[in-house]
């Protein structure tokens, strides 16, 4: 019964707000569609501005990749990790996460095509995926397109929130899952 009440909830929460969020601007008395516009124009703006960091990032996480240096990070980092309960496989999955969502989701699939979802690893691999952020990009794209240029404190912050992440999806999935 629950289930069916959250379906119904999950189909009709858009066309809900599409609906309301116009008439309570026209209740209101704003010019909804010429706001909208203009937050459009300045959505656009700021997806121009951001695009040489996001070109900067791209580059950086393919010379990552390419350089085999994910790999050298993978084999220094897993004696530490075998013995925390984490998986050998799941290793590439944690380096990226910090830095694109896209590409460990990628990741996360060929894990999950090649041990199953209802694994441990796919498990692993699903919970990392929610307790974990894309550090870098958000640095990136968020502080860029405001200007921020200083943002060393924000880095080590959103990198042990990674780890933490990291670790406790770690601590949740053996327990639950092994």
């Known amino acids: 019964m629950l289930f069916e009440i959250l379906n119904i909830?999950?189909?009709w929460a858009i066309p809900f707000l599409l609906l309301v969020i116009?008439?309570?601007g026209l209740i209101k008395k704003v010019p909804v569609y010429e706001t909208f516009v203009e937050g459009a124009e300045e959505g656009f703006t700021t997806a121009?501005?951001?695009?040489?960091?996001?070109?900067?990032?791209?580059v950086a996480i393919s010379v990552f990749r390419a350089s085999g240096a994910m790999e050298v990070l993978s084999n220094i980092l897993e004696p530490v990790t075998s013995k925390m309960g984490a998986p050998a496989e799941i290793l590439?999955?944690?380096?990226?996460?910090p830095l694109s969502g896209s590409g460990v989701l990628g990741l996360a699939t060929e894990l999950m095509r090649i041990y199953g979802p209802d694994s441990f690893i796919g498990r692993l691999a699903s919970v990392m995926q929610g307790t974990t952020d894309t550090t870098f990009f958000v640095l990136t794209v968020y502080f860029g397109s405001v200007g921020i240029k200083?943002?060393?404190?924000?880095?080590v912050t959103g990198l042990v929130a990674d780890i933490s992440g990291f670790i406790a999806s770690l601590y949740i999935c053996n327990l639950l899952f092994r």
Request: aromatic share 14%; proline share 10%.
């Open 9 to 11: 909830i999950s189909k």
């Open 22 to 24: 116009p008439l309570y």
């Open 48 to 58: 121009i501005k951001i695009i040489p960091f996001l070109v900067g990032m791209m």
């Open 92 to 97: 590439p999955l944690a380096i990226m996460r």
């Open 150 to 155: 200083k943002y060393r404190y924000s880095i």
